[in-house]
């Protein structure tokens, strides 16, 4: 834990982080004028500072890696002169102080659909769509990096992707279509290969056909692999059942699609869908619909009962050396009141994130459903909360979880527990370990009465490979840092 320190900078949010090879680690910090980047070492002694400046309606650093032994972040700018989204790396030069700004690629702004990571600032020229519409995604290792940018078609989906490899030589520039009206494709995710940089896209389709489902999802999953020169794809449905999400995930010889499912509608969920795909011929080797287990209804509810849970959202999946999938999603919803004012007048509307319990569950390689816990949790604010929802990692066959609360563990029956509270004023950092059988039990890592500053829970950084987090505390210009290292 480093020691508090004032930060000039008092407004900024932790983006994201780089660890390096010698287990040190870069701090990615955004404010009102640019980025603030630290480097730390093992114990989180600083090393060394760097300030790039770029206003926000000119830019933003997307994310960053570690471009062989240095440091590399990705640009997209906005060239108003050409009308232009442009592309850039910044590579940390030997000299350790410097960036080396190099172009990748650009496109036409007229062209583009308002992607997520730029939509607050490319306005009137581009027009808005509802799927996810720009990603970066790195490989595993970093081997390989890859964009996918939605381009503007209304009678198609259409994307643009580009694939590097670590010292940003281009491998792969392809044109993705699929003939159908971009608002009946939803793009899930993208994943791409540590071994030769293929692209593994997957979209959710409303199609003509599966509109005359009787029952089940109206829809269907395709999962598309794009590689130099190459693009195959297959289909699979939700058959009478809901799918709301897929995500994908690589392994070193399999491919999955995890999610969950319901036998009632999108919004429900009943247990866990999870599919094993051959990543070179697409085949699906298995598809397996489980529902929640007893244990985690007793979680849940302290009784067994047969009722669907609503609003969860993936936090992580980590897929293990044996190619068991451990899933860490949250109950997270938002909920909009209006009150009244004098003389039935229409009063204020006040906005409520709700943090919920977590869920955690173990899949075997074949689709089976090993084991599902529910943590039961309750927080809530006015505002989205770095303080609240929780970080994770998995190592050594446990999984960690690392949750705010007020110090007060409530009770429930059956011998059940609840963790409350937490905030930017006050937090007990409290660690929840679950082994291998599913079974688990929690310890206080800080005592908010001894902290001079509250950490965030729900915004830690990764580094060593997952076995270690760093956290972020503040109050006001007051910070300080604390690394938990994981064996």
């Not at 996810?132 to 964009?147: D, E, H, P, Q």
């Not at 509109?211 to 794009?226: M, S």
């Not at 459903?369 to 929802?389: C, E, F, H, M």
Request: aromatic share 12%.
């Amino acid at each position: 834990m480093t020691d508090v320190f004032k930060d000039n900078r008092k407004f900024t949010d932790l983006s994201f982080s780089v660890s390096d090879n010698n287990k040190g680690v870069y701090l990615v910090r955004r404010y009102n004028k640019g980025y603030y980047i630290d480097y730390y070492d093992s114990k989180l002694n600083i090393i060394k500072a760097y300030d790039i400046e770029m206003l926000k309606n000119e830019g933003n650093i997307e994310n960053a890696f570690l471009r062989g032994d240095k440091l590399c972040l990705i640009e997209s700018f906005y060239n108003k002169p050409t009308k232009e989204l442009q592309y850039y790396s910044r590579t940390l030069q030997e000299d350790g102080m410097s960036f080396k700004r190099e172009f990748l690629f650009s496109i036409p702004l007229k062209d583009i659909k308002k992607p997520n990571f730029f939509s607050s600032w490319l306005g009137k020229d581009s027009k808005s769509d509802n799927d996810v519409l720009g990603m970066f995604k790195t490989s595993t290792s970093a081997n390989f990096i890859a964009f996918t940018i939605d381009i503007l078609d209304n009678e198609a989906e259409k994307h643009f992707i580009f694939v590097y490899d670590n010292n940003l030589n281009p491998i792969n520039q392809t044109e993705f279509t699929r003939g159908i009206k971009d608002r009946k494709f939803i793009l899930q995710n993208i994943d791409v290969s540590d071994i030769d940089g293929t692209v593994y896209l997957l979209g959710k389709t409303y199609t003509k056909n599966k509109k005359e489902k009787i029952t089940g999802g109206k829809y269907q999953f395709e999962l598309y692999k794009i590689g130099n020169n190459e693009q195959n794809s297959v289909v699979f449905d939700s058959e009478t059942k809901y799918i709301g999400s897929l995500t994908t995930k690589i392994a070193d010889n399999n491919l999955f699609c995890v999610g969950f499912y319901s036998l009632k509608n999108d919004n429900r969920y009943k247990g866990l869908v999870h599919l094993a795909i051959d990543p070179n011929s697409l085949s699906i080797k298995s598809s397996t619909y489980s529902p929640f287990t007893p244990q985690f209804i007793i979680d849940k509810y302290g009784k067994e009962k047969d009722k669907e849970l609503r609003n969860i959202v993936f936090r992580e999946v980590f897929i293990t050396d044996t190619d068991e999938a451990i899933i860490h999603a949250e109950e997270f919803y938002i909920e909009i009141t209006q009150s009244m004012g004098a003389n039935g007048m229409m009063g204020g509307q006040y906005t409520t994130y709700n943090y919920r319990d977590v869920i955690c569950a173990k899949i075997s390689s074949d689709g089976k459903l090993v084991w599902a816990r529910n943590i039961n949790k309750k927080q809530t604010s006015g505002n989205p909360d770095r303080y609240l929802s929780f970080s994770s990692s998995h190592i050594n066959g446990k999984s960690y979880l690392f949750i705010n609360s007020n110090g007060k563990v409530r009770k429930l029956r059956n011998d059940r527990i609840e963790f409350r509270g937490g905030s930017s004023n006050s937090a007990y950092l409290t660690a929840v370990i679950i082994n291998s059988e599913g079974d688990f039990d929690f310890s206080y890592v800080v005592d908010s009465n001894h902290a001079e500053v509250p950490f965030e829970a729900g915004a830690a950084v990764v580094s060593d490979n997952g076995k270690a987090l760093v956290f972020k505390g503040r109050v006001g210009s007051k910070k300080q840092l604390l690394k938990i290292s994981i064996n």
